[in-house]
């Protein structure tokens, strides 16, 4: 059982560097579009017999190009919304944003009830609510199948780092996920493993731009 992990394309928010995490949140640039769109010819030939998608924007519209491919309709999952950015929402200074990914990242260390400023998330909370939809998406990729979940590059990092058996706190405070990078898991008994981690849009050069891939994808420093 596969299930694949896609960060959304890029938004005015992600060029802008700001903490954009509120329902509904920016739509997706031309280049955000552009990055959906070839998505299609790098997970077009998978077998893919279910899309989920975050209850923010810009997951829908990442996930469209692929939905129409398939011929499936997303299933729009509150689970998968990025980490709540609290009173640092929409905030694009250094201070802000390394408060926010340091907590994302922060919770495998140990530090499970430490919450963004302001929010009513701590680390418990959003690991289960994320959870919930890979439960439901295993449910839904028998043997030889694939899931994909379309979701945000904070809480893909922070969900990785506490249920994937071969990846650590470091590696995710160290590693970005670029808009439309994915991150493919298999089940290991009760667990997952990273079976590949793809930092860069999945489309490969022409749909890259790292300077504008947003907080989420901010190193710890």
Not at 2 to 20: A, C, E, F, K, P
Request: charged share 20%; hydrophobic share 45%; net charge negative.
């Amino acid at each position: 059982m596969r299930l694949i992990l896609v960060r959304h394309g890029q938004t005015s928010s992600n060029v802008g560097h700001h903490l954009d995490t509120a329902v509904p949140g920016a739509d997706l640039t031309d280049l955000g579009r552009e990055q959906a769109a070839a998505l299609v010819d790098t997970l077009g030939r998978e077998s893919v017999r279910k899309i989920f998608v975050s209850d923010l924007v810009r997951t829908q519209q990442t996930a469209a190009p692929l939905a129409r491919h398939f011929g499936l309709e997303p299933a729009v999952r509150a689970g998968l919304r990025e980490i709540s950015a609290g009173e640092l929402e929409m905030a694009n200074d250094d201070e802000s944003i390394q408060t926010y990914v340091r907590t994302a990242v922060g919770w495998s260390a140990g530090n499970w009830n430490v919450r963004v400023p302001g929010s009513e998330e701590n680390g418990h909370d959003v690991i289960r609510r994320f959870d919930a939809v890979v439960s439901e998406a295993s449910d839904h990729a028998a043997a030889g199948e694939v899931a994909i979940l379309v979701s945000h590059g904070a809480i893909i990092r922070a969900w990785t780092a506490a249920r994937c058996d071969n990846v650590d706190v470091d590696f995710v405070a160290h590693n970005a996920l670029s808009n439309t990078g994915a991150v493919v898991i298999e089940s290991a008994g009760d667990r997952w493993v990273v079976t590949h981690w793809q930092e860069q849009a999945l489309g490969g050069a022409p749909f890259e731009d790292p300077a504008t891939d947003g907080a989420a994808a901010d190193p710890v420093r």
